[in-house]
């Protein structure tokens, strides 16, 4: 089935329902019937532009109804799309063009196309037949690159339909009544674009952070928007606006936390003042969702992430590869029917992740007996502090402990004679002293694992997938670091 069919039958049956609000973006708001005609015209302009099914092409637009209206476009005439923040794109793979509404340079690519009048046209359906078998590639996305090693996934039709269709029930039965979401995540990401495409074609409305708070803010109450998906620093970002502004009702029902982990300090100040029922999701770019729940039945396990999801099996292994037993660490693997086999052009050290079968994500944890996934750290993370294996996840929980600290990255530093020290870095809503951190951490950890130095930025730097950029982040303190 092509991944399309449901939202242009929608758009015949209910054309004037509203399909996209943008609050205070050019379009701002757009029905079924507009946003399939914005469609067809783009499909019509990538073909006048010689592009054919199965040409890759990268889109760097970022009004999020013209960016949604571009992927629905080109996927109607077959061309694959993968959304990026910037033209700087991946070598392992052939990209044939960058569509952008901006003068840009493009890396690694010969040409460009300025897509500045593309929606608009006569809106005629164009002639040419859907893939209803879909084995086809409907989708490249990005892996985060949390590491540096930045690589990308094909999602066939199928596939994208198999995970979509997973939502209805992986988290919890609340989401499926849900016809109106708040989509924070950006559609141009793995989740944004997975969920843009599942509420559309179910005849919803999908929601998208505007250009002001406040104005995003009124219209999600105004249209009573009954969902949130978005990573902990966007619910976060909300969090901060909502405690500042007691007069603003948040109408939601449910909300879903993706990208990383959610600690609990936050997740009980978004459950007090937001949303009671708040979910966490787990899974990778490359399998998805793998497991998910809500957090207040999980409160009392550290590292929980939710049940482990039908359809996928997920194994806690030793370095050897052998399963280890019930309740015991390991390195996490999974397989399953939403699982992708390997990357895009299979590049240099994907062997590491894709083993005999399972997709390995450099996750340490485990599953209890009642079938709930635990996490507690990730294996290329660790710090090593002359023997001693330290989690910078248990360090990054504590500092979010701290009141006013909304995010946190712990990670291991050589010092001048090459003994691993422990760094930190916080983003905060209000200023922090140093010292006063230091001393709430000394309560609650052990010595050797109290950072010696902690910073302050004012936003922690975020990757394509909307998670904590950890390398940028490193790099960003070692500046501050030589600046004394």
């Keep these: 089935m092509n991944i399309l069919e449901s939202f242009l039958l929608h758009a015949k049956h209910q054309a004037t329902a509203p399909a996209m609000c943008a609050p205070g973006w050019n379009y701002n708001i757009v029905g079924y019937g507009r946003l399939r005609l914005f469609a067809n015209n783009v499909a019509a302009h990538a073909l006048a532009a010689g592009f054919k099914p199965g040409d890759i092409v990268a889109i760097v637009v970022k009004d999020p109804i013209f960016h949604m209206a571009l992927i629905l476009g080109l996927t109607r005439i077959g061309v694959v799309s993968l959304s990026v923040h910037s033209p700087s794109l991946p070598t392992d793979f052939h990209i044939d063009a960058v569509l952008s509404d901006l003068a840009i340079t493009a890396s690694h690519i010969g040409r460009l196309v300025r897509v500045g009048g593309w929606l608009e046209g006569d809106g005629n359906e164009p002639d040419f037949e859907l893939d209803q078998q879909g084995k086809s590639i409907a989708r490249i996305i990005l892996t985060s690159g949390t590491t540096g090693d930045q690589k990308a996934v094909a999602l066939s039709h199928e596939m994208v339909w198999r995970r979509i269709q997973t939502y209805d029930f992986a988290f919890g039965n609340r989401f499926p009544s849900c016809s109106r979401i708040f989509v924070d995540v950006g559609v141009g990401t793995n989740s944004g674009y997975l969920w843009a495409i599942y509420i559309l074609a179910r005849g919803g409305m999908v929601f998208v952070r505007g250009a002001d708070p406040a104005e995003t803010m009124q219209a999600l109450s105004l249209y009573n928007v009954q969902g949130m998906v978005a990573a902990p620093a966007g619910m976060a970002e909300f969090l901060d606006y909502y405690e500042r502004s007691p007069a603003f009702f948040c109408p939601f029902e449910v909300m879903l936390s993706v990208g990383s982990n959610l600690a609990s300090a936050l997740s009980n100040r978004v459950r007090a003042r937001m949303c009671a029922h708040v979910v966490h999701g787990y899974g990778a770019t490359e399998g998805n969702p793998v497991a998910g729940g809500y957090v207040h039945q999980f409160a009392q396990i550290k590292g929980a992430v ?102 946190a990255v712990a990670f291991g530093r050589a010092n001048s004679i090459g003994i691993e020290e422990i760094w930190a870095v916080v983003q905060a809503q209000r200023e922090v002293d140093q010292n006063a951190v230091i001393a709430h951490c000394r309560q609650r950890l052990s010595e050797y694992e109290l950072p010696s130095r902690i910073f302050t930025v004012p936003k922690m730097p975020r990757n394509v997938g909307d998670k904590i950029d950890r390398p940028k982040v490193m790099a960003l303190v070692e500046s501050f670091a030589r600046q004394g």
């Excluded at 999974?334 to 083993?355: A, H, I």
């Excluded at 997709?359 to 007996?369: C, K, Q, R, S």
């Excluded at 660790?382 to 504590?398: C, H, L, S, T």
């Design 306 to 407: 939710g049940f482990v999801t039908p359809g996928m099996t997920v194994q806690a292994v030793d370095d050897s590869g052998n399963v280890v037993r019930n309740g015991q660490e390991g390195h996490i693997r999974f397989r399953g029917d939403r699982c992708v086999e390997g990357y895009l052009g299979n590049p240099p050290g994907s062997e590491k992740y894709f083993r005999g079968g399972w997709f390995y994500p450099g996750d340490i944890g485990l599953i209890d007996e009642d079938g709930v996934l635990i996490i507690s750290g990730r294996s290329k993370n660790i710090i090593d502090r002359g023997g001693d294996k330290i989690n910078p996840e248990a360090i990054e929980a504590v500092l979010l402990a701290y009141p006013g600290v909304v995010q």
